[in-house]
Nanobody, 117 residues
Framework: QVQLVESGGGLVQAGGSLRLSCAAS????????MGWYRQAPGKQRELAAQ???????YYADSVKGRFTISRDNAKNTVYLQMKSLKPEDTAVYYC???????????WGQGTQVTVSS
């Protein structure tokens, strides 16, 4: 079973930046999809960005141009670089990983991102 450890959330002012990290307990070579979802209070969880092996990326329209997803295969880690943060980016961010050949994936514990105006 894949274990995920997230880090990097926190409180930042609008216009600021944060970088989230998510380290997986299995080799990156065994992972097909790595992504970040977010859930704001009172809202459904939504996909923010994902990267599909070998490097195809997808971004929600709301974060396009401000967020960058990347993966370091040597460290089995996926990152989410967030710039020009807005108060509406405030949410709990969850890492998601789906191994190759698996119909379902694993979730991280979530990390809070709060953007103040």
């Amino acid at each position: 079973q894949v274990q995920l450890v997230e880090s990097g959330g926190g409180l930042v002012q609008a216009g600021g930046s944060l970088r989230l990290s998510c380290a997986a307990s299995v080799p990156s070579s065994s992972i097909n999809v790595m992504g970040w979802y977010r859930q704001a209070p009172g809202k459904q969880r939504e996909l923010a960005a994902q990267i599909i092996s070998p490097g195809v990326t997808y971004y929600a329209d709301s974060v396009k141009g401000r967020f960058t997803i990347s993966r370091d295969n040597a460290k089995n880690t996926v990152y989410l670089q967030m710039k020009s943060l807005k108060p509406e980016d405030t949410a709990v961010y969850y890492c998601y990983v789906r191994p190759r050949g698996s119909p379902s994936g694993a979730w991280g514990q979530g990390t809070q991102v709060t953007v103040s105006s």
